[in-house]
């Protein structure tokens, strides 16, 4: 994150090619194929599509009203959150239609 914003950078000309808006001052990211977990200080968690074209927010959601500072932890189908005064885990399912 640049400014509170993601950006993404072409590695091999070192050129930017997007940036994204604005969101919290501090995100944990966890990545897995095309997809990026970023969770933010306010205990807001983003799903993005890693895409080198453009800025991609897939969901995001609410996970916590109390700061969230560390980092982000996955385990199988379970995400871990550790809030000020607690940990929180949530199980990761898709969706049904």
């Not at 895409?51 to 969230?68: A, G, M, W, Y």
Request: aromatic letters at 10%.
């Amino acid at each position: 994150m640049q400014n509170q914003r993601f950006t993404c950078i072409n590695l091999a000309t070192g050129e930017r090619t997007w940036t994204s808006p604005p969101f919290g001052k501090y995100c944990s990211l966890v990545a897995q194929k095309d997809r990026i977990l970023a969770l933010d200080q306010r205990g807001e968690l983003l799903l993005l599509k890693a895409n080198p074209r453009q800025f991609d927010l897939i969901d995001r959601r609410k996970v916590s009203d109390e700061e969230t500072w560390a980092h982000l932890a996955v385990c199988g189908d379970q995400l871990f959150v550790r809030e000020l005064n607690a940990l929180a885990a949530y199980r990761w399912t898709k969706s049904r239609p």
